[in-house]
């Protein structure tokens, strides 16, 4: 996600010698479907803000909600409703020099989710801060969005900063992330990777980069680590032709899904159902057909607010998805207002609204998905 606009659910040879093209049989069976929301700045509230929020996510049936390593405003600031009270820096501000306490800061929301038995799918970097949307950081000033995904300094560096999460042990937990099974089901490469340039995907070295980074996380979690590794959304939005560029790379888990229908890893953003009726249920077969036996979720999509009413196009959307089995990540559940912004997010609404999102999210996770996410999310 663009988080700044809200437009909204591997590097070396040697890295890829270890992935194959050979195609992966398709999952053997199926489960439970499941539902959720994302929420990049719920490790900045007020331990009070968290608690009442994750607690109506959990009343509402949520079985997972995606979080980032990211910078918190802290101070008061108001963020998409919320009041920011937890100052967050850059993870990484020098290239290999890590400020632990923003790690710290989303540790303690895990131990919230873990409270309430909800999932946690965490993504280590946003690819929009390579010069990009969101801002500009360490990575982006030396290496800018092409170089990143090119050179093997970057990947190296990256590298890095990927083992760093995963072996952080967390000062409220006491869990070192990747043994913590109980709550993480995922950690993505990137938050949509290639976003800030989707061209880059399509060049050799795209795929050389996935496959070295999945098989780099995997290495640090273990082969037998039921963590997965999750792709973030290659690209963005599924119409810049990026989202299945990790297929060959057997170390990738999950392929996440961005669409966004407003123009118009799946990440991506929906127009009046009534216009494009089974747009989900459709996709998705076609989806799953292009993962090479993959897993595949919709990471991030969104209703425009400004065009449509979520209290009708929402569960419209979200029952073409149910039918299907097609498991969604919504673009965002938002904390109850509480201050007053404007960012230019239309897709967010307020879990206190009117939107009937619970029904949604318990249909979805009564429906049935014919792939298996037993272990994983159930």
């Not at 803000?49 to 607690?55: E, G, L, V």
């Not at 360490?138 to 760093?164: L, V």
């Amino acid at each position: 996600m663009k988080l700044s606009l809200a437009i909204i659910g591997a590097a070396l040879a040697a890295a890829v010698s270890a992935s194959s093209t050979t195609p992966k049989p398709s999952q053997p069976e199926g489960s439970k479907s499941w539902a959720g929301t994302s929420n990049y700045f719920v490790q900045g509230l007020s331990a009070s803000d968290q608690k009442a929020y994750i607690s109506a996510l959990a009343l509402a049936g949520v079985k997972v909600i995606r979080l980032w390593v990211s910078q918190q405003p802290g101070g008061g600031s108001c963020v998409k409703g919320s009041i920011s009270r937890n100052s967050a820096p850059n993870f990484e501000e020098a290239i290999g020099k890590y400020n632990w306490k923003t790690l710290d800061f989303l540790d303690q929301t895990l131990v919230y989710l873990e409270e309430k038995g909800i999932k946690a799918l965490i993504s280590p970097h946003d690819a929009n801060l390579l010069n990009g949307p969101n801002g500009n950081d360490i990575y982006g000033k030396t290496y800018g969005p092409g170089y990143f995904y090119e050179q093997e300094k970057a990947a190296a560096a990256f590298d890095e900063r990927i083992s760093a999460i995963l072996n952080y042990k967390g000062a409220h937990s006491g869990r070192v992330w990747k043994d913590w099974t109980d709550v993480i089901m995922a950690f993505d490469l990137q938050n949509e990777p290639f976003a800030a340039e989707p061209a880059k995907c399509r060049q050799p070295s795209a795929e050389k980069w996935v496959c070295g980074r999945a098989s780099h996380m995997r290495s640090v979690l273990g082969a037998d680590n039921p963590i997965r590794v999750a792709s973030g959304g290659f690209g963005g939005d599924i119409s810049h032709g990026c989202t299945f560029v990790g297929t060959p790379c057997d170390d990738l888990d999950i392929i996440s899904g961005i669409l966004t229908r407003t123009h118009p890893p799946v990440h991506r953003y929906a127009g009046p159902q009534g216009s494009n009726p089974g747009q989900w249920s459709s996709q998705y077969r076609q989806w799953m057909s292009q993962s090479n036996g993959k897993l595949v979720n919709l990471e991030e999509w969104g209703v425009d607010t400004s065009k449509y009413d979520p209290t009708s196009e929402f569960p419209a959307n979200t029952k073409d998805m149910n039918a299907a089995g097609l498991p969604w990540l919504y673009w965002q559940l938002l904390p109850s207002k509480k201050c007053s912004t404007q960012d230019g997010d239309h897709f967010g609404f307020y879990i206190d609204s009117g939107v009937p999102y619970a029904n949604e999210i318990k249909a979805a996770n009564e429906a049935d998905s014919p792939q298996n996410w037993t272990g994983i999310v159930h």
